[in-house]
């Protein structure tokens, strides 16, 4: 019966389609569309500030003081999100190029997440009158596309928080490595680890809404140690996929998903302090959005920022730049 079964195999090889061989339920593979190819939207213009608007964005004397830093997601419409939920945390791109024009207008100019660094760590480094840290999390692809062209036209520079995971499976609304590279490439983007495959809620409770991050909480049945080994396994095996992918990526920072490490909620209270000082002993900065936002030489750790969504109105983007409260 195998030789058989094998010499219709082959029989039926030779034919020319699965129909030839009387066999019309096996077809061929549909052949797979090549993704289209995305490149940067070009910057929206930007209607001249009102009176109002230029008294409030007004230009502001140098305060090399602190380092103020902002966070953005997708830059685009609601309806490129596929979760109605994340929607919210995106920024359309005539409101981001706005408030970019505007924090332009105020005189801030931007600084690489090494001069930041260097800064927090009370090394001698050379400021612009008011710098800032501009950060995107997650990889989206709109990120890159809708924000790009606008960072161009204002010399403004930018750090991407990857989200590893969603990136190398293939996720249509994140990154592809190729764009990755090439924004590393443009000199306008630096590439750091936001997680693995950790950027989910994890079952860690019986309770039907027992849900939370999945670095901040141990799963139900799961011990210290397993935690530990999960958590460190999923961020090694992120910031390894990265620099095979990214050649000039080299880990300096770190954004837990949501911004927690479990200090906002866990099911362990060993947890945050030993997530946190992990993390410290490996990345130099580490960033929450639960802190002041406006890094001071000599700040501990973690690090602040601001994260900006679809309802920040342009004054409260001015005050939380100017206080650094989230």
């Keep these: 019966m195998r030789s058989a079964a094998v010499l219709a195999a082959l029989t039926c090889g030779l034919c020319l389609g699965s129909a030839a061989c009387g066999d019309s339920s096996v077809r061929a593979p549909e052949p797979t569309a090549p993704a289209a190819a995305r490149t940067p939207l070009p910057a929206p213009d930007v209607p001249a500030l009102t009176e109002d608007e230029q008294h409030t964005w007004q230009q502001l004397p140098p305060d090399r003081s602190a380092i103020p830093v902002l966070l953005y997601h997708g830059i685009g419409p609601e309806s490129g999100f596929s979760v109605a939920a994340d ?3 995106g920024v359309d791109t005539a409101d981001f190029a706005k408030q970019m024009t505007m924090i332009h207008h105020a005189g801030y100019e931007t600084v690489d997440l090494q001069t930041f660094i260097d800064f927090v760590e009370n090394k001698p480094v050379d400021l612009p009158p008011r710098p800032l840290l501009l950060t995107f999390d997650d990889a989206r692809a709109d990120s890159w596309t809708g924000a790009d062209d606008i960072l161009r036209k204002l010399h403004f520079d930018a750090v991407m928080f990857v989200d590893v995971g969603r990136v190398d499976g293939g996720d249509p609304e994140y990154l592809r490595w190729h764009e990755l590279a090439t924004m590393q490439d443009s000199g306008r983007w630096q590439l750091q680890l936001h997680s693995g495959k950790g950027h989910t809620q994890i ?3 019986p309770g039907p809404d027992d849900y939370g991050p999945f670095y901040a909480y141990a799963q139900q049945g799961e011990d210290f ?8 396994s999923d961020i090694a095996w992120g910031q390894t996929t990265l620099a095979d992918h990214i050649s000039a990526y080299r880990p300096l920072a770190f954004t837990p998903p949501y911004g927690s490490y479990g200090q906002d909620g866990t099911n362990d209270s060993r947890i ?3 997530l946190l000082g992990w993390l410290t002993q490996r990345y130099d900065a580490v960033f929450t959005q639960d802190v002041n936002a406006r890094a001071q030489a000599g700040a501990g750790q973690p690090l602040g920022r601001i994260q900006v969504t679809r309802a920040t109105t342009g004054g409260e983007l001015h005050d939380m730049l100017l206080s650094g409260e989230p």
Excluded: E, K, S, T
């Design 272 to 274: 945050p302090g030993d």
């Design 87 to 89: 929607a919210a945390y």
């Design 203 to 205: 079952h860690y409770g």
């Design 225 to 232: 140690d397993g935690w530990q080994d999960r958590v460190h």
